[in-house]
């Protein structure tokens, strides 16, 4: 079955190495593209997004293939394809061969890309800012052309941030002809990841983990071997975890430097943390209502993948909590599957009220996008009884194994 079987109600104790990072590893894939020859990419996580990525970049001509945690991607060969929309409408990270695609072929024909259900994610900004660069995009019913016979640098003032046209925008500047600057630009470590990787290529980005970007373009990059950094939002959902069941946990590699917002709000809903170098150690349950509203926001913020992660921990922390969601439009799906275990949590706009001290109980609850798949399987290990959690693929999407890390961590908890 497309399921997880919890035995909920136990103390977690163990610990975990955190995979690759999700959301820095698809940009840097779609990002050998510019380059000629063969890039190494290592830490590389095994989930489903960067298969279908690999996928993608094989349409294209791409020779890859995997050793372990090592990708290595040789595009030689790259040539233009349609790309097959059976992955393309997968997911959202496909957009981000637009800009590279566009620097490396000059044409592109594309589906518009997938994604989860939390919003209606358009493209419109991607369009926009690339039309600036000199990018001729037609835009059809089912899919778009973008055509460019080379690409100009430009200065582009957003009129918000957005992680994908950051990264996009990157994409396209490297190769370009002059100057590009992003304004104001994401400032996401994965994007920081991005721009380390193009800088050891050759490219020439100045402004790295601030809000602007400045890009000078280059005529040619050159094939680097990289260490992709371990993923915050899989550490901020094991911490969540061990949030929701108690316990001790230990968290190698999590990348705490980059988790500030989360362990702060972590600690003030009572869990003892100790970070360093080498990972995250975890004590003790969430007990504690947070001071205020948990409000979602572009980095350094807290992230708005764990915000149903942190819901979670608010409803077994028995003192509830308020949640504002500023990112994406529609980020609450999993209350209704929260309110079937018990909880009690009303929604009004973009705001959640948690109220705490109902006993939960498992049962079967049904997975509707990645993060929020997670935060099901994170609340039926605190719950009592034996829980499911159906459509597994989605967790699969940006967890390498969501049963295996949970088994290290003392949980119950089998593929169904
Ligand atoms: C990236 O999505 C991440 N995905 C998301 O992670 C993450 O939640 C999001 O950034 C915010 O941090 C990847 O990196 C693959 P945005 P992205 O553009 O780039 C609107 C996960 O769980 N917008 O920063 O799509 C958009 O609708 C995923 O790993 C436009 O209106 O996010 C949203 O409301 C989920 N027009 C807001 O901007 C556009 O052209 C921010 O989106 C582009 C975006």
Known sequence: MDAVRIYGGNCLSGQTRIQGSKNASLPILAATLLIDGTCEIVNCPDISDVYHMLRLLQSLGCLVSREADVVRIDTKRVAECDMPADSVGVMRSSIMLLGALLARVGEVTMEYPGGCVIGKRPIDQHICALRRMGVEIMEGPEEFCARAERLYGAVHELPFVSVGVTENLILAAVLAEGRTVIHPAAREPEIQALCEFLVGAGGKISGVGTDRLVIEGVRKLHPVRFHVPADRIVAGTYLAACMCAGGRVFLGDAPCGQM?????????????????????????????????????????GFPTDLQSLFMAAMVFSGQGGRIEETVFENRFRIVPELVKMGADIRVAGNCASVCGGRPLHNTIVEAQELRGGAALVVAALAAEGTGIVTNRHFIDRGYEDITRSLRELGAEIELA
């Open 260 to 300: 500030e917002s989360v362990l702060a709000c972590a600690e003030k809903m009572g869990v003892r943390l100790s970070p360093s170098p080498e990972g995250l150690f975890v004590e003790g349950r969430a007990c504690k209502k947070p001071p205020g509203a948990l409000v979602t926001a572009v980095y350094p």
